[in-house]
């Protein structure tokens, strides 16, 4: 994410199980969230509104960034109460796959205390260098191989050279120290 793509994703849409204040009270929570995260992705949530009254705002107790899938974060209301927030790749959040209507949009979810509650669709498009840094490695006569912790296929939308997705970090630093 941000190094063959532009690092500024677009919220495309957002589904929530709430409606009303409800929703807004949700987004706001992920806005509070996503503001903590350094992850190109959250930035779209992390400009979301929140509609917290002056004093009223929910705080961010924990936050955990779990490297190719997500964040966990622990929100505390005024009111004391807390929930836990998991934010992340579908498979992360429920065991299934991604299922985003094309390859080059990312299907992200919500769940609060356990319970999917929000399903967002988040789009990038390729840096205006990706080509043609791609083409200078062709002319040295370089392989070049994407490692993505995408979906199948991403690359292939993207007109990128072959890929290895569905990889984790450490799975992208695995293949790159046996290259060398």
């Known amino acids: 994410t941000g190094t063959l793509t532009e690092d500024r994703f677009a919220l ?20 509070l969230v996503q503001v903590r995260s350094q992850h190109p992705i959250a930035k ?17 107790r924990s936050f955990v960034t779990v490297p190719g899938c997500g964040v966990i974060a622990e ?32 299907r992200i979810l919500v769940a609060v205390d356990g319970h999917v509650v929000a399903k967002a669709i988040v789009a990038e498009k390729l840096r205006e260098s990706t080509p043609q840094a791609l ?21 292939e939308a993207l007109r990128l050279p072959p890929a ?6 450490t799975d992208k630093q695995a293949v790159v120290e046996a290259a060398k």
């Open 12 to 31: 495309v849409d957002i589904e929530t199980t709430a409606t009303g204040a409800e929703r807004a009270k949700l987004l706001g929570w992920l806005s």
């Open 75 to 106: 929100l505390v209301e005024a009111d004391g109460t807390a929930h836990t927030i998991r934010i992340g790749t579908p498979v992360w959040i429920t065991g299934l796959p991604d299922s985003a209507p094309e390859p080059l949009h990312q």
């Open 135 to 155: 083409a200078h490695f062709t002319r040295l006569g370089l392989p070049v191989e994407v490692l993505t912790g995408d979906r199948t296929g991403r690359a």
């Open 44 to 60: 779209p949530f992390a400009e979301l509104p929140r509609p917290f009254a002056p004093g009223q705002a929910p705080r961010v």
């Open 164 to 169: 290895r997705s569905g990889l984790l970090p």
